[in-house]
């Protein structure tokens, strides 16, 4: 009986510990959130995304278009209605939405209707994708408190968009900036977004 015993006491050991375990997962993916976020070239701005302390992960991907699972050419055809966007996964206990926008407003330019820097076209197209209420309105209120800044001479034209359906890029698009480091460089150079982000800087601190 004492064997017995003693079993079923590691036994019910064994299942609240795992009960507990269970728990605790639970409680950390209910943590986290997500923000969806267009910004020109996705190389860029999921490399960005994924260098802020509390981001999980950065997933390049579509979203915002009339067909379902778009190709990367068919992107690039300007005629799905998709964005090049990321996916970003985070921790507001570490880093909140605002602050995952503040970055985003300062890895863009928020006044370009027709695309980012060098590339052009619908899909390089700015956007905010709400996924609730709450970020909606913390969305609106950041860019009216960008618009009031003074920050850009040119109406902010970044949409503030409900989140639809998202499709991952193909696989050599994720982390491209740390698997095809050189051609990223390269490409991230010539695209003129720090030379941008750079000159506006200057000239903001000017202004004060």
Known sequence: MKGIALTLLIFS???LENYASAQEST?????????????GCFWCL??????????????????GGHIENPTYEEVCSGTTGHYEAVEVTFDPEKITYQEILDAFWKSINPTDPSGQFN?????YRTAIFYH?????????Q???TLEKSGRFSSPIVTK?????????????HQDYYKKSRERYEIYHFHSGRDRFQERHRKESEAQK
Do not use: C, H, W
């Not at 999921?46 to 979203?63: D, H, N, P, Q």
């Not at 590339?119 to 899909?123: H, K, N, S, V």
């Not at 503030?160 to 050599?172: C, D, Q, V, W």
């Open 13 to 15: 050991s064994f299942i």
């Open 27 to 39: 409680k950390n993916v209910s943590r986290v959130e997500k923000a969806t976020l267009a910004g």
């Open 46 to 63: 999921e490399s960005a995304m994924e260098k802020l302390s509390g981001v999980i992960e950065a997933i390049s991907g579509y979203t």
């Open 119 to 123: 590339d052009r076209g619908p899909q």
């Open 132 to 140: 609730n209420e709450k970020q909606k309105i913390i969305a609106e």
């Open 142 to 144: 950041s860019k009216e």
């Open 160 to 172: 503030i968009l409900p989140a639809a359906a998202f499709y991952p890029a193909e696989e050599y």
